[in-house]
Protein backbone atom coordinates (compact mmCIF):
# COMPACT_ATOMS: atom_id res chain seq x y z
CA UNK A 1 0.00 0.00 0.00
CA UNK A 2 0.97 3.14 -0.70
CA UNK A 3 0.11 6.87 -0.83
CA UNK A 4 -1.07 7.10 -3.66
CA UNK A 5 -3.83 3.82 -2.09
CA UNK A 6 -5.09 6.09 -0.02
CA UNK A 7 -7.89 8.14 -1.14
CA UNK A 8 -9.82 4.84 -3.14
CA UNK A 9 -8.75 3.20 0.52
CA UNK A 10 -10.94 5.75 2.13
CA UNK A 11 -14.02 5.29 0.39
CA UNK A 12 -13.90 1.07 1.18
CA UNK A 13 -13.32 2.78 5.24
CA UNK A 14 -16.35 4.37 5.00
CA UNK A 15 -18.34 1.35 3.18
CA UNK A 16 -16.87 -1.15 5.89
CA UNK A 17 -16.53 0.25 9.40
CA UNK A 18 -18.33 2.63 11.58
CA UNK A 19 -15.23 4.39 12.69
CA UNK A 20 -13.33 4.72 9.32
CA UNK A 21 -10.13 6.14 9.24
CA UNK A 22 -9.32 9.43 7.49
CA UNK A 23 -6.66 9.76 4.74
CA UNK A 24 -4.43 11.20 7.78
CA UNK A 25 -4.92 8.43 9.86
CA UNK A 26 -3.86 5.90 6.98
CA UNK A 27 -1.16 8.58 5.97
CA UNK A 28 -0.01 7.73 9.59
CA UNK A 29 -0.53 3.77 9.31
CA UNK A 30 1.50 3.55 6.05
CA UNK A 31 4.90 5.63 7.42
CA UNK A 32 4.94 3.28 10.31
CA UNK A 33 7.82 0.84 10.95
CA UNK A 34 5.53 -1.43 13.08
CA UNK A 35 2.81 -1.74 10.49
CA UNK A 36 2.44 -3.65 7.05
CA UNK A 37 -0.22 -2.95 4.66
CA UNK A 38 -1.38 -4.74 1.62
CA UNK A 39 -3.54 -3.79 -1.22
CA UNK A 40 -5.66 -6.37 -3.60
CA UNK A 41 -6.28 -5.40 -7.34
CA UNK A 42 -8.29 -6.55 -10.27
CA UNK A 43 -7.54 -5.38 -13.93
CA UNK A 44 -5.68 -2.10 -12.64
CA UNK A 45 -8.54 -1.22 -9.74
CA UNK A 46 -8.19 -1.94 -6.04
CA UNK A 47 -11.11 -4.24 -4.57
CA UNK A 48 -9.84 -4.78 -0.78
CA UNK A 49 -6.56 -4.06 1.07
CA UNK A 50 -5.65 -5.27 4.71
CA UNK A 51 -3.15 -4.66 7.09
CA UNK A 52 -1.65 -5.51 10.38
CA UNK A 53 0.82 -4.26 13.76
CA UNK A 54 3.91 -6.88 13.93
CA UNK A 55 4.87 -6.28 17.77
CA UNK A 56 6.69 -8.96 19.89
CA UNK A 57 5.97 -11.50 17.05
CA UNK A 58 2.53 -11.08 17.09
CA UNK A 59 1.10 -9.60 13.82
CA UNK A 60 -2.55 -7.89 15.22
CA UNK A 61 -4.60 -7.43 12.01
CA UNK A 62 -6.39 -3.85 11.90
CA UNK A 63 -7.93 -3.82 8.74
CA UNK A 64 -9.26 -6.34 6.11
CA UNK A 65 -11.74 -4.67 3.93
CA UNK A 66 -13.24 -5.70 0.47
CA UNK A 67 -15.15 -3.11 -1.93
CA UNK A 68 -18.73 -3.51 -0.95
CA UNK A 69 -19.44 -4.53 -4.87
CA UNK A 70 -16.69 -6.81 -5.12
CA UNK A 71 -17.92 -8.98 -1.93
CA UNK A 72 -18.97 -12.46 -1.93
CA UNK A 73 -16.04 -13.36 -4.36
CA UNK A 74 -13.27 -14.71 -2.30
CA UNK A 75 -11.13 -11.45 -2.22
CA UNK A 76 -11.62 -11.44 1.61
CA UNK A 77 -9.93 -14.38 2.33
CA UNK A 78 -7.33 -14.19 -0.19
CA UNK A 79 -6.24 -11.12 1.11
CA UNK A 80 -6.54 -12.90 5.02
CA UNK A 81 -3.97 -15.62 3.17
CA UNK A 82 -1.89 -13.10 1.77
CA UNK A 83 -1.56 -11.00 5.25
CA UNK A 84 -0.68 -13.85 6.85
CA UNK A 85 2.09 -14.95 4.68
CA UNK A 86 3.79 -11.66 4.81
CA UNK A 87 3.49 -11.79 8.65
CA UNK A 88 5.04 -14.76 8.98
CA UNK A 89 7.55 -13.83 6.37
CA UNK A 90 8.63 -10.53 8.49
CA UNK A 91 9.11 -13.34 11.66
CA UNK A 92 5.31 -13.20 12.97
CA UNK A 93 4.81 -16.51 15.43
CA UNK A 94 1.26 -15.39 15.38
CA UNK A 95 -1.64 -13.48 13.93
CA UNK A 96 -4.71 -12.45 15.42
CA UNK A 97 -8.02 -10.44 15.03
CA UNK A 98 -11.11 -9.21 16.63
CA UNK A 99 -14.19 -9.65 14.22
CA UNK A 100 -17.96 -8.30 14.84
CA UNK A 101 -19.96 -11.26 16.64
CA UNK A 102 -22.44 -10.75 13.51
CA UNK A 103 -20.01 -10.89 10.77
CA UNK A 104 -20.43 -14.35 9.95
CA UNK A 105 -18.90 -14.08 6.23
CA UNK A 106 -15.77 -12.71 7.75
CA UNK A 107 -15.23 -15.00 10.26
CA UNK A 108 -15.86 -17.88 7.80
CA UNK A 109 -12.74 -16.46 5.44
CA UNK A 110 -10.84 -16.22 8.82
CA UNK A 111 -11.36 -20.54 9.53
CA UNK A 112 -10.38 -21.14 6.19
CA UNK A 113 -7.26 -19.58 6.52
CA UNK A 114 -6.58 -21.44 9.62
CA UNK A 115 -7.58 -19.35 12.44
CA UNK A 116 -9.64 -20.25 15.35
CA UNK A 117 -12.10 -18.77 17.44
CA UNK A 118 -10.80 -17.83 21.19
CA UNK A 119 -12.72 -16.12 22.96
CA UNK A 120 -15.31 -13.01 23.13
CA UNK A 121 -14.31 -9.30 24.20
CA UNK A 122 -17.89 -8.19 25.26
CA UNK A 123 -18.99 -5.36 24.01
CA UNK A 124 -16.31 -3.89 22.20
CA UNK A 125 -17.67 -2.26 19.41
CA UNK A 126 -18.11 0.95 20.57
CA UNK A 127 -21.17 1.83 17.98
CA UNK A 128 -23.52 -0.71 19.09
CA UNK A 129 -21.76 -2.75 21.81
CA UNK A 130 -21.54 -5.77 19.83
CA UNK A 131 -19.16 -8.39 21.31
CA UNK A 132 -15.70 -9.35 19.32
CA UNK A 133 -14.61 -12.69 18.46
CA UNK A 134 -10.99 -12.82 19.58
CA UNK A 135 -9.24 -14.97 16.67
CA UNK A 136 -5.88 -17.02 16.17
CA UNK A 137 -3.69 -18.78 13.97
CA UNK A 138 -0.01 -19.87 15.58
CA UNK A 139 2.67 -20.71 12.90
CA UNK A 140 3.22 -24.23 13.15
CA UNK A 141 6.29 -25.22 15.10
CA UNK A 142 6.51 -21.87 16.77
CA UNK A 143 5.72 -23.61 20.01
CA UNK A 144 2.02 -22.74 20.95
CA UNK A 145 -0.18 -25.43 22.45
Known amino acids: MTAADIPAIVGVEAQ ?3 DAWNENMLLNEINNSLTTYLVMEEQGKLVGY ?3 WL ?3 EAQVTRVAVVEAERGQGY ?3 LTAALVNK ?3 LGADAVTLE ?3 SNIAAQKAYLTCGFASEG ?3 NYYEDNHENAVI ?3 YKEGAGHE
Open 16 to 18: SFY
Open 99 to 101: VRE
Open 76 to 78: GTR
Open 135 to 137: MWL
Open 50 to 52: AGF
Open 120 to 122: IRP
Open 87 to 89: AWE
Open 55 to 57: VAG
